[in-house]
C-alpha cells in the first residue's frame, strides 16, 4: 500500500520567514495530493491540494509543488504569521475522494 | 447538515466496556472514512465506507473494533472490551467521490480516554 513520509517533524520559523514541508510517496499510481491543516483542539482543514497534471498550484501565501518522478511534494508558506502555527499534513491517493494516506506530520511554530 | 457531526465529542470510559461512536456525514456526501489519531501523532486509517461498496477495513487494529453505515448515512464505529492503548481521537470525515474538487471534510472528533 501507500506509504508517505514527512519532513521535519516539528519546524520553528520568524514570522516573515518562509515555511517548507516536504512529503515524499510510494505509490507511483497516487495523483491527488491534499495538505490539511489542524490547529490545536481541531479538526484537520484542507487548505491547498494538487492533482498529478500540475506541477505548483499557488494560493494566497501557500503554495504546493508536486514531482511525480521523484515522487515527493512539497508546501511552502511565504511572510509566515502567528495565526499560521498549527501541525500541517500531507497525504496522498490515488484519486480525489478515495482513501488518503496521512504523512505523520509536522508542527509549525512561527516566533513573533 | 452543513458539516460532518461526530458524537459524543467526549467520552470515558473503563477497560473492558464497549463503546460506540457516531458520525453523521455531510448530506449526500457518498464516501465516509474512519480515522484515529493518537496524542501528538499522525492520521491513522481505520475503516472507508463507499456507496453500496464492501467496506475497506484493512486498517481496523484487531477484531474489537468493527464499523456499520446504515443506509449509506450514518456510521457507528464499535470498539468492544476496550483497552487503554484504545485511548485517542477518534476522526469521521465524509467525501463527495462524484465531484474530485472537495477531497475530505472532517467532524471535529470523539476523543475516548480508557481509564
Known amino acids: 500500500g501507500e506509504n508517505v513520509e514527512q519532513h521535519p517533524s516539528t519546524l520553528s520559523v520568524q514570522e516573515g520567514d518562509s515555511a517548507v514541508i516536504k512529503c515524499t510517496y510510494s505509490d507511483s499510481a497516487s495523483n491527488y495530493f491534499p495538505w490539511y491543516k489542524q490547529e490545536l483542539g481541531k479538526r484537520p482543514q484542507l487548505i491547498i491540494d494538487?492533482?498529478?497534471?500540475?506541477g505548483e498550484k499557488k494560493d494566497q501565501r501557500i503554495a504546493v509543488t508536486l514531482n511525480k518522478t521523484a515522487k515527493h511534494f512539497s508546501l511552502h508558506i511565504t511572510e509566515t504569521q502567528p495565526e499560521d502555527s498549527a501541525v500541517y499534513f500531507c497525504a496522498a491517493s490515488i484519486a480525489a475522494g478515495n482513501k488518503l494516506t496521512f504523512g505523520g506530520g509536522t508542527r509549525v511554530l512561527v516566533k513573533p | 447538515g452543513a458539516g460532518v457531526s461526530q458524537s459524543p465529542s467526549n467520552k470515558v470510559t473503563e477497560k473492558g466496556k464497549d463503546v460506540e461512536l457516531r458520525c453523521d456525514p455531510i448530506?449526500?456526501?457518498?464516501?465516509l472514512y474512519w480515522y484515529r489519531q493518537s496524542l501528538g501523532q499522525g492520521l491513522e486509517f481505520l475503516i472507508y465506507f463507499q456507496g453500496n461498496s464492501a467496506p475497506d477495513k484493512s486498517g481496523l487494529p484487531s477484531d474489537r473494533f468493527s464499523a456499520e453505515r446504515t443506509g449509506g448515512s450514518v456510521s457507528t464505529l464499535t470498539i468492544q472490551r476496550t483497552q487503554q492503548e484504545d485511548s485517542a481521537v477518534y476522526l469521521c470525515?465524509?467525501?463527495?467521490?462524484?465531484?474530485?474538487?472537495?477531497?475530505?471534510?472532517f467532524g471535529s472528533g470523539t476523543r475516548l480516554t480508557v481509564v
Open positions: 448530506s449526500g456526501h457518498t464516501a
Open positions: 470525515a465524509s467525501s463527495l467521490v462524484a465531484d474530485s474538487s472537495y477531497g475530505y471534510t
Open positions: 494538487i492533482r498529478s497534471n500540475v
